[in-house]
T-cell receptor, first 113, second 118 residues
């Protein structure tokens, strides 16, 4: 089955700096890669996603890049703000039924003033 | 729309007790999922359903049961609670169209049930 590895597990940046979180996946047939943000006591919330036929996608301060050859994808957050502090999860969806996702183990992002 | 609603938010059980975690969604999604989240381990899929009357096992189904009698509801049942089932449980839903359900749609999550078994 699919295996997703996520790094780093914790990341601390100064407000205004950029943050990058990286994930690798094992199944070359995976075709959908969402990123979720989870705040304390809440469920994961989708912040951006990318499909396998696209190399990059951007939404304001957030961007995701995908390298299918290397089987890795990354989340980029620019001009970080204190409200960006949360746990971020990457995930990968393999082909087949069920729309099932395999999640990475999460990155605790802390934006310091 | 309320989205995905989970009840209860917190629960403490004794070993061997049983309980049902409730999940309901009002987005008319056909796919629903149950995950558990343990510290540092990400989310693991327990069971999922692609429509009313259809359920299937995920990665960690042992000790759990599900049913899907309606589109809206997808309860998760613990029959004999064990300490290893102490976790945060999340329900999610998504819409997938087409004959084979291969359309890619985002999963939407509830806010979880925090379960402790002592």
């Amino acid at each position: 089955g699919e295996n997703v590895e996520q790094h780093p597990s914790t990341l601390s940046v100064q407000e205004g700096d950029s943050a990058v979180i990286k994930c690798t996946y094992s199944d070359s047939a995976s075709n959908y890669f969402p990123w979720y943000k989870q705040e304390l006591g809440k469920g994961p919330q989708l912040i951006i996603d990318i499909r396998s036929n696209v190399g990059e996608k951007k939404d304001q301060r957030i961007a995701v890049t995908l390298n299918k050859t290397a089987k890795h994808f990354s989340l980029h957050i620019t001009e970080t703000q204190p409200e960006d502090s949360a746990v971020y999860f990457c995930a990968a969806r393999a082909t087949g039924g069920g729309n099932k996702l395999t999640f990475g183990t999460g990155t605790q992002l802390k934006v310091e003033l | 729309n309320a989205g995905v609603t989970q009840t209860p938010k917190f629960r403490i059980l004794k070993i061997g007790q049983s309980m049902t975690l409730q999940c309901t969604q009002d987005m008319n999604h056909n796919y629903m999922y149950w995950y558990r989240q343990d510290p540092g381990m990400g989310l693991k899929l327990i069971y999922y359903s692609v429509g009313a009357g259809i359920t299937d096992k995920g990665e960690v189904p042992n000790g759990y049961n599900v049913s899907r009698s309606t589109t809206e509801d997808f309860p998760l049942r613990l029959e004999l609670a064990a300490p290893s089932q102490t976790s945060v449980y999340f329900c999610a839903s998504s819409y997938s169209g087409g004959l084979t359900g291969t359309g890619i749609q985002a999963q939407h999550f509830g806010d979880g049930t925090r379960l402790s078994i002592l």
